[in-house]
């Protein structure tokens, strides 16, 4: 099987082979979570890392991206540079792993540096009585519409994918599983619409409307309007798809 690795230039050639050597450990590697990737954290050479293992796509997606789409892990590491040459938070990238058949595309890795963060977006979600709730949740709008303005389309633009960190009296934000982007200008509608998988909360739609309105100089009541109904829609079309999944593993498994 071919082996594919493509590091961050700033790395040392003693660097790059522990990176090399986790990976070809990474079964004996304790801890990850993820019901499709795995996630291991770990410490090398005083470095904390995160080790993204993503799961292996079924046939046809291995021909795909064998010979015709770039891999997830690729993807995810261009990205994190891109980002970063941007001004976007996101955590350090330090290579990428891919591994080959002639044929087929079969696992791959995407190495970052881990970052520490006070919380994630689905904090805000959960706990309304958090410090300075709405300051975060105002920042974090703002920081979303700095994206927009860069042309910057974060297609997971959802809970758990924004790490938060304090720093003094403001917030810094950085942007994770980074697989799905697109950099264009954005319509308006676009851009709105970018707020549908964040919350079920009208509360925080109306306030992150509010804030966009401030910032963009777009009508308030349009934008509400235009979030809250993509909100709804991404939650009927989410709630619909958990439906039918249930009912065909009932059908597989009466």
């Not at 540079?81 to 044929?103: I, R």
């Not at 963060?117 to 958090?130: G, K």
């Not at 799905?180 to 964040?198: G, Q, T, V, Y």
Request: hydrophobic share 35%; with cysteine.
């Amino acid at each position: 099987m071919k082996e594919i690795k493509v590091f961050n230039t700033e790395l040392s050639a003693a660097f790059k082979a522990d990176l090399s050597q986790l990976i070809h450990d990474f079964e004996s590697i304790e801890g990850g979570v993820g019901k499709r990737n795995i996630i291991k954290t770990t410490t090398l050479n005083s470095s904390n890392l995160n080790i993204k293992a993503f799961k292996v796509p079924h046939l046809f997606n291995q021909i795909v991206y064998r010979f015709f789409r770039k891999s997830k892990a690729q993807r995810s590491f261009e990205y994190a540079h891109k980002l970063t040459k941007m001004k976007v938070g996101t955590p350090k990238p330090l290579a990428y792993f891919e591994y080959l058949t002639p044929w087929r595309y079969t696992k791959s890795f995407y190495l970052s540096e881990h970052l520490e963060c006070d919380l994630t977006y689905r904090e805000l979600t959960t706990n309304f009585n958090y410090p300075d709730y709405e300051t975060i949740l105002r920042a974090f709008t703002r920081f979303t519409y700095s994206l927009h303005e860069k042309g910057i389309h974060f297609l997971d633009h959802s809970p758990g994918n924004t790490l938060i960190k304090k720093n003094g009296d403001t917030y810094d934000f950085y942007l994770v599983d980074l697989n799905r982007m697109a950099f264009r200008n954005l319509d308006f509608e676009s851009r709105i619409r970018n707020f549908a998988k964040l919350t079920t909360h009208r509360s925080m739609v109306e306030v992150m409307s509010d804030e966009y309105a401030k910032c963009s100089g777009e009508d308030y009541h349009r934008i509400v309007d235009l979030m809250w109904k993509a909100t709804t829609s991404f939650q009927y079309k989410f709630h619909r798809k958990k439906r039918l999944k249930k009912k065909l593993k009932f059908w597989k498994n009466p």
